[in-house]
């Protein structure tokens, strides 16, 4: 199981180095691939589906390692897995997700598909500057950038604790996203966070290009 996590997120020639000696990227791969293995190894009841829990999956790593392990998180989802994570990088949230929960000073802003939350006054209110959008031609999906304009003097971006992501427990299938996504801040004061997104993928995932 262990060498079949490593062989998804591409560390397999390095399953005997010792972990102090990895660099930051591989770390993260190392991470996302002992969350592989608690998924791997849990079997869901009937009235409950795995679900995988990610903060910034795709830190510290290149475009390349990016690529593999978004498409190990998409097979999840294809198996069934709700998978709810983490992004800062509003672009890859809009290619990701099918739909988005907006924080706010800890508080749910907003819920919806990346098209309906990635607008620029939901976005420049909860960011508190400037947050401007377009669409792609090829697809319509959102992209977002700030213009560097600060909407109050002496904006500081709130801080927020980080936890790894290697996190799976179930998600109760009955509930609304509102509700998932409540129950996650609220179960562990290490979960909470002041500004970011919670980007929720159930089912079958757009195909990575």
């Keep these: 199981m262990a060498r079949d996590a490593l062989q998804t997120v591409g560390l397999h020639d390095l ?3 010792p972990y102090p000696h990895l660099s930051g990227g591989e770390r993260q791969r190392v991470h996302i ?3 592989l293995c608690q998924l791997m190894a849990s079997t869901g009841s009937r009235d409950e589906t795995r679900c995988f829990l990610l903060d910034e999956p795709t ?3 290149d475009l390349a390692h990016q690529a593999s392990v978004l498409t190990s998180i998409r097979a999840q989802a294809r198996l069934g897995t709700a ?3 983490v992004f800062h990088d509003l672009n890859l949230a809009a290619a990701l997700a099918d739909d988005i929960v907006l924080l ?3 508080q749910i802003k ?3 598909a990346p098209a309906n939350i990635l607008k620029d006054d939901l976005l420049s209110a909860a960011y508190g500057c400037k947050v401007l959008t377009n669409r792609t031609p090829s697809d319509g999906r959102p992209v977002c950038a700030p213009t560097g304009s600060f909407l109050h003097a002496g904006y500081r971006s709130p801080p ?3 936890i790894r992501p290697a996190i799976a427990q179930p998600l109760r299938i009955c509930d609304t996203l509102e509700d998932n996504a409540a129950r996650i801040l609220q179960s562990d004061g290490s979960n909470r966070y002041s500004l970011g997104f919670f980007v929720l993928m159930m089912g079958v995932i757009t195909p990575f290009t």
Aim: aromatic share 0%.
């Design 59 to 61: 830190s510290n790593l």
């Design 160 to 162: 927020r604790k980080m």
């Design 33 to 35: 691939a002992r969350a």
């Design 15 to 17: 399953a005997s180095r």
């Design 104 to 106: 706010e000073g800890g």
């Design 83 to 85: 998978v709810v994570t």
């Design 110 to 112: 907003a819920v919806g």
